[in-house]
Nanobody, 114 residues
């Protein structure tokens, strides 16, 4: 059973960096698609970045050039390196995984102060 657990959120000043990590504790095989979504207060959940098991990536336009997604299939982890953060990046960030079903982590708060 898939069990996605995030870590690495927190408070950072504008222009700073954070690294999020998500591990799948529940399965032996790496999910075909992994990624990150985020949800700001009063807004819908939106895609941040995804990565396939072969390393193909997709980014939201708002984070291109600032965020980098990576994964380690052997360790069943997916990371999100976030640079040049701005207050608009403030949100709860959710780890995402998909095989025949969609799986979500519990979320980790990222707050960027101006």
């Amino acid at each position: 059973q898939v069990q996605l657990v995030e870590s690495g959120g927190g408070l950072v000043q504008a222009g700073g960096s954070l690294r999020l990590s998500c591990v799948d504790h529940g399965t032996i095989f790496s999910l075909p698609l992994r990624g990150w979504y985020r949800q700001a207060p009063g807004k819908q959940r939106e895609l941040v970045a995804t990565i396939t098991s072969r390393g193909a990536t997709n980014y939201a336009n708002s984070v291109k050039g600032r965020f980098t997604i990576s994964r380690d299939n052997a360790k069943n982890t997916v990371d999100l390196q976030m640079n040049s953060l701005n207050p608009e990046d403030t949100a709860v960030y959710f780890c995402y995984g998909r095989d025949l079903s969609v799986h979500w982590g519990q979320g980790t708060q990222v707050t960027v102060s101006s």
